[in-house]
């Protein structure tokens, strides 16, 4: 037998190799996937889910819904957009602990959320409209049951969730000034709605800091049947004028 004959792979070897060649290119692909997802997570879309009722009619219990992180940090926010905030201190109830885990499960909770596909920090964070930017004057409510802002009525009931026969946008008045660098933000389904107007005796006085804001939601992803573009009704605010 040659030496060339003697030193040449089996079959055997050659099938060794290449299973343990197909497992590392699956293993890079899988680590850049994530490196992608993860990116995309944190600087670009960002998935939540719906866990009140404080949205309705525009979001329901359960909705899932994408936020984008990126537009805003160009082009700021407008009235009308609906965001999605980090708690800014006192506005959520605490929340009960819950049982640990099992290791396996919390690792792959911890990659899902990672990544991007689920969700579990939602109960960490809220979803109103913005009503108010900085420097805005808002004011409720005038005769006709409308919030002004600027001295401008503003006309929601194409997105208010109200009681039959109520046209009031909202029961609790009040008469703010957004403060720079923060939004006035305001449930749809007003009535069931804690948002910044149950937070007026806050240090914060019911105004959340951009800083908080984590993005725009833009578009309903689940369920299908309920899947499309998430409206701003930006048209509703086109008559305010801009802040003294």
Known sequence: MSSESASAPTPTAKRGRGFLIFLRDVLVIVVIAALVSFVVKTFVVRSFYIPSASMERTLLVNDRILVDELTPRWTDYERGDVVVFKDPG????????????????????????????SASDSQDHLVKRVIGLPGDHVVCCN???????????????????LPAGDTSASNTPFDVTVPDDSLWLLGDNRDRSRDSRAHQELPSGGFVPLENVVGKAFLTTWPLNRFGLIDGHHDTFNGVPDPE
């Open 90 to 117: 006192g506005w959520l109830d605490p929340v009960p602990a819950t049982p640990a885990q099992p290791p396996l499960v919390q690792a792959v909770d911890w990659v899902l959320n990672l990544v991007g596909i």
């Open 143 to 161: 005769a006709l049951g409308q919030i002004t802002v600027n001295g401008a009525p503003i006309d929601e009931l194409d997105y208010l969730n």
